[in-house]
């Protein structure tokens, strides 16, 4: 069970990495550019001599790892909940990047209902103060209720209109989707080995939320920025289910009057909603 006095004010070790052109293009390759190869609006992404980082690349960037496990987290039983990301500068290519995390809070559902831990990451040039992207994750943590809740918890993210939705993008992602994301960051056996999947209750392997949510923000470019294919500047969204490598995606998104953006993620063949309470700012 999660201490929770140690929890928040455990400390995350500081993770540095340099970003390679190549490491920018696989993050957009992986999470739908250049579905198009003829589109230049999808090549400046995957273009090696003068990349264009995709604003989702900062989810896979100085990732601090399991850290909940040292934490006092059951992490065999911790899922992803929500992902929320704001994009303050493009990524920058070929410079260290420092990620400094904090603990934010725990909500406990109580005894056997498990808990939701969040943590803020921020990433910022090493020697520098000024942030390239501040990350918000919330995790599920299903073996930890019962702990107690503390700290600041994030607000709730809203629900998506009620009414139809004003456009909407199918993706069809390879059944190679998950063995080609992790790569990025995540080698978890449980998006890559058959073994693995049955033990966590599933027919074959998962695709990583963070792939989904990739998915999401190229979904928004490609429907809302076509000419240029440039992502939301920040972009948040719940997990509600797992999907699978070969899943049909649709997103239906709306834009509202504020100029901010709402989505929902669905794979229909399925009848289930995988991603809620999306939103985004372009």
Same mark, same amino acid.
């Given at each position: 069970?999660?201490?929770?006095?140690?929890?928040?004010?455990?400390?995350?070790?500081?993770?540095?990495?340099?970003?390679? +052109?190549?490491?920018?293009?696989?993050?957009?390759? !992986? /999470? %739908?550019?250049?579905?198009? =190869? &003829?589109? @230049?609006?999808?090549? $400046?992404?995957?273009?090696?001599?003068?990349?264009?980082?995709?604003?989702?690349?900062?989810?896979?960037?100085?990732?601090?790892?399991?850290?909940?496990?040292?934490?006092?987290?059951?992490?065999?039983?911790?899922?992803?909940?929500?992902?929320?990301?704001?994009?303050?500068?493009?990524?920058?290519?070929?410079?260290?990047?420092?990620?400094?995390?904090?603990?934010?809070?725990?909500?406990?559902?109580?005894?056997?209902?498990?808990?939701?831990?969040?943590?803020?990451?921020?990433?910022?040039?090493?020697?520098?103060?000024?942030?390239?992207?501040?990350?918000?994750?919330?995790? +599920?943590?299903?073996?930890?209720?019962?702990?107690? !809740? /503390? %700290?600041?918890?994030?607000? =709730? &993210?809203? @629900?998506?209109?009620? $009414?139809?939705?004003?456009?909407?993008?199918?993706?069809?992602?390879?059944?190679?989707?998950?063995?080609?994301?992790?790569?990025?960051?995540?080698?978890?056996?449980?998006?890559?080995?058959?073994?693995?999947?049955?033990?966590?209750?599933?027919?074959?392997?998962?695709?990583?939320?963070?792939?989904?949510?990739?998915?999401?923000?190229?979904?928004?470019?490609?429907?809302?920025?076509?000419?240029?294919?440039?992502?939301?500047?920040?972009?948040?969204?719940?997990?509600?289910?797992?999907?699978?490598?070969?899943?049909?995606?649709?997103?239906?998104?709306?834009?509202?009057?504020?100029?901010?953006?709402?989505?929902?993620?669905?794979?229909?063949?399925?009848?289930?909603?995988?991603?809620?309470?999306?939103?985004?700012?372009?």
């Amino acid at each position: 069970m999660i201490p929770t006095v140690e929890f928040t004010d455990f400390r995350v070790p500081d993770v540095t990495q340099t970003i390679s +052109a190549r490491k920018a293009a696989l993050s957009a390759l !992986s /999470t %739908g550019y250049g579905s198009n =190869p &003829l589109d @230049r609006a999808h090549l $400046r992404y995957l273009d090696d001599r003068e990349p264009v980082p995709v604003s989702t690349l900062a989810n896979v960037v100085a990732h601090p790892g399991p850290w909940m496990k040292q934490a006092g987290v059951d992490w065999s039983r911790v899922v992803h909940a929500e992902q929320r990301l704001t994009v303050h500068v493009p990524m920058p290519i070929g410079i260290s990047i420092r990620s400094r995390s904090r603990p934010l809070s725990i909500v406990d559902r109580g005894a056997g209902q498990g808990a939701f831990a969040s943590f803020e990451r921020i990433l910022m040039p090493v020697g520098l103060e000024d942030p390239v992207a501040t990350i918000v994750q919330t995790n +599920a943590c299903l073996g930890d209720g019962g702990c107690g !809740s /503390t %700290g600041e918890r994030p607000v =709730p &993210l809203p @629900r998506v209109p009620e $009414r139809p939705a004003d456009a909407l993008m199918r993706i069809a992602g390879p059944d190679t989707a998950a063995l080609l994301y992790r790569l990025n960051v995540d080698l978890n056996p449980l998006h890559f080995d058959p073994a693995a999947a049955a033990t966590g209750g599933f027919s074959r392997p998962i695709l990583h939320g963070l792939c989904t949510f990739g998915y999401a923000a190229y979904a928004l470019a490609a429907v809302l920025r076509p000419d240029t294919m440039v992502g939301p500047s920040s972009i948040a969204a719940r997990f509600s289910a797992p999907v699978f490598p070969n899943d049909a995606l649709e997103f239906e998104i709306w834009s509202e009057d504020d100029g901010e953006v709402r989505f929902r993620g669905r794979v229909p063949p399925r009848a289930v909603t995988v991603l809620d309470c999306g939103t985004a700012t372009l």
